[in-house]
């Protein structure tokens, strides 16, 4: 429980520490995937550095640091070269182009799970369907392909169908359900409580389920404070996100709880239980929840942390995460740490001569945080890559034509 409206009232000993160092490393691996998806799409898998400038917004990176020296601090991703009229061009390198043949792979093989949770999320839905827009935020976050839109939403037409607009002023695209699937429509929290019943002809309704809680060693005195409120919440009944909202007084307390339900089982569905709180809030209508959602991610710390890292605000479901590391890890997760391995130093500075001086990953683990102190790194709201340049400091190129 919190009494702070705001992300940043909250006192640094409700911080867990952990979970920031998971923010930071997101931070760097999404603007490494973003050059790398970029460079995919284009002929020959290459680019000039200047047309790079155009994504500034979707790597976020802002002036005044420049994309080159980005590049440059992962010379095992990224090959930079110029041609003959002096122009800079970026392409991958050959261990950067099999990571993402790789990637291709581990999404093409978790296809039906990823269309299960697509699914599941129409059938929360109100009016079990969702603009096409708004899945595109959860396209990464849930595994789906770049051509989700088009090629993979066409192998599961007996779970969900593309459709026009029921108003003529809409000009989105929606994702509609085509079939109800009774064994599906039970909650992660239900599952992991391996309750018997008839899944084939399951009806969702009232739950009287509470929710995994996870503190920090700093929360005791909170917990003391508001224990009781925090028990009688979690005693409280509930109605299934899979049933039938409407009759909800929006405000109730039966109406919040059912949007924590919501908001937990839409976590569950994402590779690494977290999200970015836009990408909640961009379904606030279409799952009937409160129009003040950041207030009640606050509210119940114990099941969601909100991380006020970078310029986009990020909410981890609590239970899934030992320290900084997910307890069970996708194979999109491994793969991003197999990417990691790759990236440029980032943390602690320390004496390094060259890049061949780090070891394999170099990012800072909670082995090397008390949890009783502040953390020694620098989290400020510059996101780039704070390093010298790995490579040559006359800053030459390969010259070819």
């Known amino acids: 429980m919190t009494s702070s409206k705001r992300v940043q009232d909250r ?5 867990m520490h952990q979970l920031e160092i998971a923010t ?32 500034r917004q979707q790597l976020n990176l802002p002036k005044p640091h420049r994309i080159s020296d980005f590049l440059r601090k992962s010379p095992k991703l990224f090959e930079l ?21 790789e990637e291709d792979i581990i999404i093409d093989n978790h296809g039906e799970k990823a269309a299960e949770y697509v699914t599941r999320m129409l059938m929360m839905s109100a009016d079990k369907r969702l603009p096409l827009d708004k899945i595109a935020h959860y396209r990464r976050d849930m595994g789906l392909p770049v051509d989700f839109r088009k090629h993979w939403v066409a192998n599961y037409q007996d779970f969900f169908k593309v459709v026009q607009p029921l108003r003529p002023s809409d000009d989105s695209e929606y994702l509609e359900l085509v079939s109800w699937k009774p064994h599906w429509a039970i909650t992660e929290n239900e599952k992991t409580r391996h309750l018997s019943m008839n899944v084939e002809d399951h009806v969702p309704g009232l739950l009287s389920l509470d929710f995994p809680l996870k503190f920090p060693a700093t929360y005791k005195k909170v917990y003391y404070r508001y224990g009781g409120k925090i028990e009688h919440f979690q005693k409280r009944e509930y109605l299934s996100p899979y049933a039938d909202a409407s009759g909800l007084k929006a405000g109730s307390l039966e109406f919040d709880k059912r949007a924590v339900a919501v908001m937990h089982e839409l976590l569950s569905f994402t590779v690494e239980k977290r999200l970015v709180t836009d990408h909640l809030t961009h379904f606030r209508r279409e799952f009937n929840m409160p129009q003040k959602l950041m207030r009640l991610l606050l509210k119940h710390c114990g099941i969601f942390y909100v991380s006020e890292r970078g310029k986009r605000f ?8 030992d320290g900084s590391e997910l307890i069970q890890k996708h194979p999109l997760v491994v793969w991003k740490e197999k990417v990691l391995d790759l990236v440029g ?15 394999e990953t170099t990012f800072i683990t909670t082995s090397d945080v008390d949890d009783h102190h502040q953390l020694d790194v620098d989290f400020g709201q510059d996101e780039t890559l704070q390093i010298d340049n790995p490579l040559a400091s006359d800053g030459s190129e390969l010259e070819i034509e």
């Open 24 to 55: 930071e490393r997101h931070k760097v691996i999404s603007k490494i995937l973003c050059v790398l998806e970029i460079l995919k799409r284009e002929r020959e898998n290459v680019v000039p550095v200047r047309d790079l400038d155009r994504h």
């Open 11 to 15: 006192s640094r000993k409700k911080r």
């Open 81 to 101: 070269y110029k041609d003959q009229r002096g122009i800079l061009w970026c392409g991958m390198t050959e261990k950067a182009a099999e990571l993402m043949e």
């Open 314 to 321: 990020s909410v981890f479901l609590t239970e899934a995460y």
């Open 345 to 359: 130093y980032r943390g602690k500075k320390r004496n390094i001569q060259s890049f061949e001086d780090l070891s």
